[in-house]
Nanobody
Framework: VQLQASGGGLVQPGGSLRLSCVAS????????IGWFRQAPGKERYWLSS????????YYSNSVRGRFSISRDSAKNTVYLQMNNLEPGDTAIYFC??????????????????????WGQGTLVTVSS
């Protein structure tokens, strides 16, 4: 059981990137998937989550309107479309899955402890 995040890179301010999170050995559509980021010297910060069966999408206030989460069940992949990127978005981005269904039972999506399976991270650098 694993997640593979990709799609990071160097982008200019105002640019866009789409991150991918590919799930292996489990059906991602059956579980909540979240995206987090961690900048140097800072704690891991929740960005967005998509509920199991895509029954809901949730965003932190800092990215609502700029980022969009989605699924492609056929590819067992969850995406994070990031638009109008800012230098403050520079960080390592992680995807995570809630295989224990904690988010389903308590409706809390923003806490890292709700997720038990993590990808390795992909670096996003926003700079001119």
């Amino acid at each position: 059981v694993q997640l593979q995040a990709s799609g990071g890179g160097l982008v200019q301010p105002g640019g866009s990137l789409r991150l991918s999170c590919v799930a292996s050995e489990f059906r991602a559509n059956d579980y909540a998937i979240g995206w987090f980021r961690q900048a140097p010297g800072k704690e891991r910060y929740w960005l967005s989550s998509i509920a199991a069966r895509s029954l809901g999408e949730y965003y932190s206030n800092s990215v609502r309107g700029r980022f969009s989460i989605s699924r492609d069940s056929a590819k067992n992949t969850v995406y994070l479309q990031m638009n109008n990127l800012e230098p403050g978005d520079t960080a390592i981005y992680f995807c995570a899955a809630d295989l224990s269904l904690l988010t389903y039972s308590n409706g809390i999506y923003y806490q890292p402890g709700q997720y038990d399976t993590w990808g390795q991270g992909t670096l996003v650098t926003v700079s001119s």
